[in-house]
Structure formats: C-alpha cells, structure tokens
C-alpha cells in the first residue's frame, strides 16, 4: 500500500502548488467522519467549504445519484431531460424565485449574475452602451475567473493577472453609506456576501442587508446575493439573508447544492430579471445536467423540510457558546452565524495554521484562513458530542500553545 507521505510527495512534485493542503491523504468519509489511508480517523470541520453541509455520503444524496447514473447523465441543453423541470420549479420555490439559470461551478454562477445584471442593465434600466458597473465589497471572495479577480482585493488572488476586467466598483464591505456614494446612473447591480466566508466569515452589521435592500430598490438597481457558501443551511436559514428578512433580485447558489457529490451551481431570479436572457447568449454544456439535477433535487428535498436549517441552529447555538468561552484565553475574537464560526486566534499564541495542524494530529480537520483566523464548519449532520469533542481539542491545542 502506498503511504500519505508517498502520495503526498508524488502529488507536490506532479501537481501545481495553487494550494497548500494540511498533511493528510483522505481516502474515505461518512457523516462528519472522514479516514486517511494509513485508517486513522478525523472530524471534518471544514465541509468542502461548506460544500458537505448534508455530509459525507448522505444517503439520500447518494443514492439520488446512483440512480440517475444508471439512468441518463448527460444531454446538453439541445434536449431537454426528465430532471431538468423539478430542479428548476425546486429551486424557484425554495428561493421564492420565477426562474433558474444552472451552472455548474460558483465562480460559473457568479459571471452569469454578472453578465444577467449588465443585459438587465442596457435592456431594461436603459444604461448607455458598455457604461454598466457593478459594485462589490472589499475581502470579497466570489471565485477565480478573470473577471472576478479584477475586483479581488486580495493580492494573491488578484496581482499579476491582469489585464483586468473594468466596470467594477469596490467599497468597504459592512457599510451601506459607502454603497449610496458608489451608486450611479449606471449602477446595475450591488453584489454582496451576506456573509464573507473567505474573509474569515465576517458578519456585516445589524441592518446591512435591509440598507443594501433599500438602496437598490430606490435606485433601480439589481441587489445580487452570493449565497454559494452561506446558503443552504449552514447559518441556520436556507439564506444568510433570511436572518434580515432580505430578499435580494438574484440569488448565486453553489457547493452544497451538489451535495457533494458533483459541482452543481445556479442563479435564481424574477422573469423581469432573467428574462432578458436568449437562446444562444449564455450556456455551459454541462450546467443542468441529469446527474447535477438528480443530486440538486435531493438537496433542495432535504432542504424543504427544514431539518438541517433548525439543526445547524441548535449545533450552533452550542459551538458559538464554547467558542466565546475562550476568547480572552487565546482567542482574539469569535464571529459566524449558525454552524459557522471564524475564529481569530491570538497572533502571539500561534498562527491559524500552526493551529491547524495541532487540530489535526488530535483528529479535528479545520482550515485557517487569513494568518490568524480558523474557520469551523463542520457537516450539519454532526453528533452533538463529537462537535463538543473536537471544541474541547481546539481549547486543549490553543492552551498548550499559550
Ligand atoms: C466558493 C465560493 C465561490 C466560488 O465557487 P467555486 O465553485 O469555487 O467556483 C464564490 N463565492 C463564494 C461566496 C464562495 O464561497
């Protein structure tokens, strides 16, 4: 049998090193529950990035898909195939939504609401030829594509790409004063992330969301939310934007939305909105696929009962009251809705890799972010007890590092 550290050393020599993977070779997963190869078991408190929120080989996930691998997985959209109707009239119901547009990855998903918001804008709003802007928040993270790192803030994901893709306006995230300046007669669309996930999972103010609302009903402008990581669940609503009773024109759905188990990606909007969209001028050939459609409709399944939304409620509830427990103890500062946490860990103790990697060796899986900041995101299908169990490991790393 070939060992982690043999396959961890083929796979940085042969692989480009746009990541940098914690020591450890998975080799399968159950639940929150994930084995390496050497049989040694570890709690993922990371999902996917939240793309695992239902977990691991959720059955009904699973076994959607082997179905519809048995069936059909692909047509293109020159046909139309039998699981294509109920993904689109699912997730229009569970988003409140008229229509969909699937794609397959966030980043896909975000350049359709860009491209939906500019049509909308010279189509409908009336904005002169190639005047269109949009405005985004600063430590947005919203996928890799060209554009969408034209207005990254993050030089490692911006510098050195360019030429950059204009018509972009970027003010701070957090405040909606800094949005009514930004707005003008050519604003299309404010793009937002209820919740900046890669930024540390930073929560904007009380009443953000209802300004952001406000400011782009009064000036006829799109107000797209980027749900892909803080939907689905993971803050105990279906939408982060739940919490402020926000509905945004455009919703941007990803990760958890292919359970997992395949990339499956979508915006969701009115027909005023994606309405102006024609045959022939956006597509993807695998975006609404049956096997991404098949799995999407077992997600928005397990979704409508709501089981996962109270369940990261009442696991969220118990995680954010252990977290803030040690803050003053080596812990800066504590932030996240639902299960889902960043935690800042004091710079002088260790930095948020170290702490990582600590985690590891005791069999917690958690990524840092940002230098000093831990994200934990742990599948909403945890035991309370192994949740408390990996709490009290980070408490335990953080204090031996004190
Ligand atoms: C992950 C993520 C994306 C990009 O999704 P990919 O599937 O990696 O392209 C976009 N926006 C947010 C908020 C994300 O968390």
Redesign the pocket.
């Known amino acids: 049998m070939t060992t982690s550290s043999e396959l961890i050393e083929i796979s940085e020599r042969r692989s480009a090193h746009n990541y940098h993977p914690l020591p450890v070779v998975i080799h399968e997963a159950h639940g929150a529950w994930v084995t390496d190869v050497e049989g040694k078991r570890y709690l993922d408190f990371l999902s996917g990035?939240s793309s695992l929120n239902f977990g691991h080989g959720n059955p009904k996930i699973i076994e959607a898909a082997q179905e519809q691998l048995r069936n059909l997985t692909l047509t293109s959209r020159a046909f139309y195939h039998d699981q294509f109707a109920q993904f689109c009239a699912g997730l229009g119901d569970l988003t409140g939504k008229d229509m969909i547009l699937p794609m397959n990855?966030?980043?896909e998903a975000?350049e359709t609401a860009i491209k939906v918001s500019r049509k909308w804008g010279y189509q409908v709003k009336g904005v002169a030829p190639e005047q269109a802007n949009i405005i985004v928040m600063e430590d947005n993270?919203?996928?890799?594509t060209t554009t969408i790192i034209s207005f990254s803030t993050d030089p490692d994901a911006h510098d050195e790409f360019g030429p950059y893709t204009p018509g972009f306006k970027i003010v701070k995230y957090g405040s909606a004063e800094a949005i009514r300046e930004a707005i003008d007669a050519n604003t299309v669309a404010v793009l937002v992330?209820p919740i900046q996930?890669?930024a540390g999972v930073l929560v904007p103010p009380d009443g953000y969301l209802t300004q952001v609302r406000e400011l782009c009903t009064e000036n006829n402008v799109l107000m797209i939310a980027?749900e892909?990581?803080s939907g689905l669940g993971r803050t105990g609503k279906t939408f982060a934007v739940e919490h402020e009773g926000v509905v945004p024109d455009i919703y941007i759905l990803?990760?958890a939305l292919g359970g997992g188990v395949v990339?499956v990606?979508a915006i969701a909007a009115n027909e005023d909105v994606l309405g102006v969209i024609k045959p022939g001028q956006h597509g993807s050939t695998f975006g609404g696929n049956p096997l991404a459609c098949a799995v999407a409709n077992a997600v928005i399944e397990i979704l409508n009962t709501g089981e996962f939304q109270a369940r990261a409620t009442h696991l969220g509830e118990i995680m954010h009251a252990k977290l803030r427990e040690l803050i003053g103890h080596g812990v800066v500062a504590v932030r996240g809705r639902g299960l889902w946490a960043g935690v800042d860990i004091d710079p002088s103790v260790a930095t948020g890799r170290e702490v990582s990697k600590r985690l590891m060796e005791r069999g917690v899986l958690a990524k840092d972010t940002h230098g000093s900041t831990i994200r934990l995101a742990p599948p909403i299908v945890i035991s309370e007890e192994d949740l408390l169990s990996a709490l009290d490991q980070l408490a335990e790393v953080i204090a031996s590092m004190r």
Request: aromatic share 10%.
């Open positions: 990035y990855t966030g980043a975000v993270f919203h996928g890799r992330e996930g890669e980027d892909i990581q990803g990760k990339p990606s």
